[in-house]
């Protein structure tokens, strides 16, 4: 979930994660902070959430070399988590919201969270509005090929539908805004992707992104308390808000 009210003044103080996790029986999740500020008129304290049916552990993390600009825009962060399922093995899930506005700093962050792979050791699932579009959209939107930053070691892979060209229908139908798609649920080479579809929901700005994933070689199972969170990349901060979790 991106842009979620933990406590704000404008949604009169409601917990919109937890709310959310009562009414989906989500047994489990994580806040991920990017703004966090309190003032007699006014309390911000929002960002990016998960929900899960699966233990959570680890962090949000920011990144150095923040401006104030990237603050404004929320441009800072990303949740870097662990989830423990049922079969004792363990997946990276890593989520965030990156802003549009500096390209150069886009492409770094994506980069950044792409190393994330090598340096877990885990199958890794990385989502969120990423303000970018797929590389096909790039090229003939004159975009800046953002994604390809991710994609470029060839580690991680978008859903078939996504590198057709942006106009046929197998693209369009996973546009979640009105003219394209930047939101994404990227995955590593160690999922394969069985489908994926945008709801015509229009209770946001944006629809919502399902994708139905698997493992291909499920991993042996690893005992949490060895890695209880990924290492930190370098270039990222630990975090100052840790990702919480409730049950």
């Not at 090598?118 to 990423?130: N, R």
Request: with cysteine; aromatic share 8%.
């Amino acid at each position: 979930l991106n842009e979620v009210d933990f406590q704000a003044s404008w949604s009169f103080g409601v917990d919109q994660v937890r709310h959310l996790a009562e009414r989906t029986a989500m047994r489990y999740y994580a806040y991920g902070t990017k703004w966090d500020f309190s003032s007699l008129l006014i309390q911000l304290h929002c960002g990016n959430a998960v929900l899960s049916k699966h233990p959570l552990t680890g962090r949000n993390r920011f990144f150095d070399g923040q401006s104030f600009g990237d603050w404004l825009g929320g441009d800072v962060s990303y949740m870097d988590l662990v989830v423990a399922l049922d079969s004792g093995q363990h997946v990276n899930l890593l989520h965030s919201h990156l802003g549009g506005r500096h390209k150069d700093h886009q492409a770094r962050v994506l980069s950044e969270v792409g190393r994330r792979r090598g340096q877990a050791g885990l199958p890794v699932v990385f989502t969120g509005d990423l303000n970018a579009v797929p590389r096909s959209a790039a090229a003939a939107q004159r975009r800046a090929r953002v994604l390809e930053e991710i994609l470029a070691g060839d580690t991680f892979h978008l859903f078939w539908k996504l590198e057709r060209p942006p106009d046929s229908p197998e693209a369009r139908s996973l546009h979640t805004t009105r003219y394209r798609t930047i939101d994404h649920i990227i995955v590593s080479r160690d999922f394969d992707y069985d489908d994926c579809l945008v709801p015509a929901v229009d209770l946001s700005d944006h629809r919502p992104m399902v994708c139905d994933i698997a493992l291909r070689q499920p991993p042996a199972p690893t005992a949490l308390g060895q890695r209880e969170s990924p290492p930190a990349p370098d270039g990222a901060s630990p975090g100052r808000n840790v990702g919480e979790q409730r049950r």
